[in-house]
């Protein structure tokens, strides 16, 4: 199967950063689904090193 | 000078969202600067060097929000924060109507869109790659428009990708037509039986929009990202996007558009193609059509001819019948340049080309080298016409403003016209110039007014050279249809009535500054 299918369904998208895509998506007629996306661990680099090294 | 603050914790925005809002704020009366941005620790440096890092920003981190004003008075310094507060509250409203939730993960968006299938990921580099990886592992086809994702995360998430049969579209990638649904920098075209494999976001925008204006129409168009053709990467995933369109009963013409790709990604091209019954047909900007050739595929000379040449086998016709057409169009151009140079006043003899476009920039740059020999650019083709100042035009000089040296801090130039307006009347003062061409990228994405934006600063830039006795012509190529949010229609209209030439695509808006340029000695 080609790419798992993708070409024979309908195309739904999740949308992560740039609002105006999921708005353009949205006005051309297709699904999207916008995430209210923040950095992890509140983006604190140190925080995020730790939690890598304890494999979090 | 009184500067102003607030720091917001746990309030994030994007990146664009933030440079409008600072935009706005900046041309605020009285305000000397103002300032919106995430707390990381790039953007402290930047405040400490304007004199913006006030003592309670500097412990800020990723996710604070940080807003700041200087202005002659407490008052006007003041006032900045709350209207940066307004403009932000009005931009969530975009993002989310009145008691909408939005999920904050890819597994609570997976739950309220059932069989989704495709993520867009246009967060800041440093994290796109994570999230993209946490898509894939879900089974999700990626775009990733991000960039700066580093080129080992690429190389494993399209080896995953590949292994997973998923696309993995970018980093870097701005545009893609999946399934008829126009990704990120997108133009409306409707669907059809030629599909594109682009390693080059506006090249892929130039040539659908081609087909489309033609009145054919597009299976699908796969981006993958300008790296994905190096030899770090291998070529991963234009190699699948050739198989899934080779394999794609929708598909009867295959396009590919790319810069050269490296060596050993071109002969594996090469290999791919050979066992392809459908036609393929391959535009390599700047590079040795003879593999390409030699493997099969009917190789284009630039944008232009590689969507007339699939639009014609996509219809059954003999494609040797373009050259005929594009050669009559040729002699008409020939007369319009002698028409616009027989205006001009002696002295005036070069280009400058501002594009938004970097494929389109690459293009004219090869086509201004066939016919005239090299020109100026921060990234030109010859390595001695390497402009020593980027914002300093010499003689024939192009530049792509959507390079990372112009859009630090501000938005792409396809969505904020502002350096674009000032540099045209810039380049208008000079004597010397006799063409200022364009390139105006419609579509999805981009900004939404492009004829209203440019016809000011046109006009401006002809009134200037008139004052002095000058004639400046400035050719537009407009890169859209006539479907595109924008009209295609409406903003050709608007240039013309602002002065400008409008050509239908890049290639013929090139051949004719090319023309100019010659009959005014310009090289």
Known sequence: MILNG???????????????????????????????????????EDVMAALAALGL | MPVKGLKKTGEYFDSVTLMLVARSLTEMEGVEEATVVMGTAENKQILAASGLLLDEFKDATDTDLLIAGKAPDEATAGSVIARAEELLIESKQKKASAGEHLPRSIEGAVDELSGANMVLISVAGRYAGDVAMEALEKGLHVLLFSDNVSIEKEKELKEFGREKGLLVMGPDCGTAIINGAPLCFANVVKQGKIGIVAASGTGLQEVSCIIG???????????????????????????????????????????????????????????????ISKPVVAILI????KVM?????????????????????????????????LAARSEEIKKQASAEAGKMKEGQKYLRGLFSGGTLCDET???????????????????????????????????????????????????????????????????????????????????????????????????????????????????????????????????????????????????????????????
């Open chain 1, 6 to 44: 993708l070409f024979e369904q309908e195309l739904k998208s999740i949308n992560i950063g740039l609002v105006s895509f999921r708005d353009a998506l949205k006005d051309a007629g297709y699904e999207c689904v916008q995430v209210d996306w923040a950095p992890p661990a509140g983006g604190d």
């Open chain 2, 213 to 275: 204006n033609q009145g054919e129409g597009i299976s699908q168009a796969i981006g993958t990202g300008g790296r994905d053709v190096k030899k770090d990467i291998g070529g991963i995933m234009f190699l699948e996007g050739i198989k899934a369109l080779a394999a794609d009963g929708a598909t009867e013409v295959i396009v590919l558009v790319s810069k050269p790709p490296s060596p050993e990604v071109l002969a594996s091209v090469g290999e791919t193609i050979k066992d």
């Open chain 2, 286 to 289: 700047g590079g040795d059509p």
């Open chain 2, 293 to 325: 050739e030699a493997a099969g595929a009917l190789a284009a000379r630039d944008l232009e001819r590689a969507g007339l040449i699939a639009v014609a086998l996509a219809r059954g016709e003999d494609p040797a019948g373009i050259e005929k057409a």
């Open chain 2, 365 to 523: 740059q090869l086509m201004f080298k066939d016919s005239l020999g090299p020109v100026y650019s921060p990234a030109p083709i010859d390595p001695d016409f390497k402009l020593d100042d980027i914002w300093k035009s010499r003689e024939n000089t192009v530049v792509d403003l959507g390079e990372d040296e112009f859009t630090v801090g501000r938005p792409h130039p396809m969505i904020d016209f502002l350096l674009r307006k000032k540099r045209i009347v810039e380049e208008a003062k000079d004597p010397e110039v006799a063409v200022i061409l364009l390139d105006v990228v419609l579509g999805y994405g981009s900004n939404m007014a492009p004829g209203e934006e440019l016809a000011g600063p046109i006009r401006e830039a002809k009134k200037l050279a008139a004052d002095s006795g000058r004639h400046l012509a400035v050719i537009c190529s407009i890169t859209g249809t006539h479907k595109d949010p924008q009209s295609r229609k409406k903003v050709e209209k608007e240039l013309k009535e602002a002065g400008a030439i409008v050509m239908e695509t890049n290639a013929a808006a090139s051949e004719l500054t090319v023309a100019i340029v010659k009959i005014r000695g310009g090289k």
